[in-house]
T-cell receptor, first 115, second 113 residues
Framework: NAGVTQTPKFRVLKTGQSMTLLCAQD?????MYWYRQDPGMGLRLIHY???????AKGEVPDGYNVSRLKKQNFLLGLESAAPSQTSVYFC??????????????FGQGTRLTVV | DAKTTQPPSMDCAEGRAANLPCNHS???????VYWYRQIHSQGPQYIIH???NNETNEMASLIITEDRKSSTLILPHATLRDTAVYYC??????????????FGSGTQLTVLP
């Protein structure tokens, strides 16, 4: 049981390049989330998904796209990377509201630098 | 979700109890109080949550005031490994919501040897 796994852990992109961050969870969670964290700040929600085939915008969605083709995977895409997207990206997953098991589990982060 | 207010930083001596306060004066009746922590460069880690009763688990205790406008996270015997940013989050568990977490700036707890 690996929990939430993010790939890659580190990446350097040139401005204008594209890339996809992969998040995989093996806990059969319905909900998945992508956050970004800039230095000295809390996490901000980019996009989230409440189930396979569904996605929704969070607080800072501009410049990102997501897909949830399989329940266990949540992909975050940057079509044309900008220096402002330099950040640490965290993926998380959680169960729907059933009982008391409502906490979110986070991956270890992807450190992205756009030069 | 209700907003929370936490002190930006606190120190605690190793082996002593660490008491981290959180104000959430606009909390609604259906909103829970959650605590997460983030050790440097790692993903946030769930600690504990509660609605109105005090809660305890293997990591910490959560004390919620009777009016639910504030709470305190207690780490009974802090160790150096407890040095982290602690986030207090208030959110409802409404049916159909994505229950996304809204993170503020948190409290940087430094445990001193």
């Amino acid at each position: 049981n690996a929990g939430v796994t993010q790939t890659p852990k580190f990446r350097v992109l040139k401005t204008g390049q594209s890339m996809t961050l992969l998040c995989a969870q093996d806990m059969n969670h319905e909900y998945m989330y992508w956050y970004r964290q800039d230095p000295g700040m809390g996490l901000r929600l980019i996009h989230y998904s409440v189930g396979e085939g569904t996605t929704a915008k969070g607080e800072v969605p501009d410049g990102y796209n997501v897909s949830r083709l399989k329940k266990q995977n949540f992909l975050l895409g940057l079509e044309s990377a900008a220096p402002s997207q330099t950040s640490v990206y965290f993926c998380a997953s959680s169960l729907p509201r059933t009982g008391q098991n409502t906490e979110a589990f986070f991956g270890q982060g992807t450190r992205l630098t756009v030069v | 979700d209700a907003k929370t207010t936490q002190p930006p930083s606190m120190d605690c001596a190793e082996g002593r109890a660490a008491n981290l306060p959180c104000n959430h004066s606009t909390i609604s009746g259906n909103e829970y109080v959650y605590w997460y922590r983030q050790i440097h460069s790692q993903g946030p880690q769930y600690i504990i949550h509660g609605l109105k009763n005090n809660e305890t688990n293997e990591m910490a205790s959560l004390i919620i005031t009777e009016d639910r406008k504030s709470s305190t996270l207690i780490l009974p015997h802090a160790t150096l490994r407890d040095t982290a940013v602690y986030y207090c989050i208030v959110r409802a568990l409404n049916s159909g919501s994505a229950r996304q977490l809204t993170f503020g700036s948190g409290t940087q707890l430094t445990v001193l040897p």
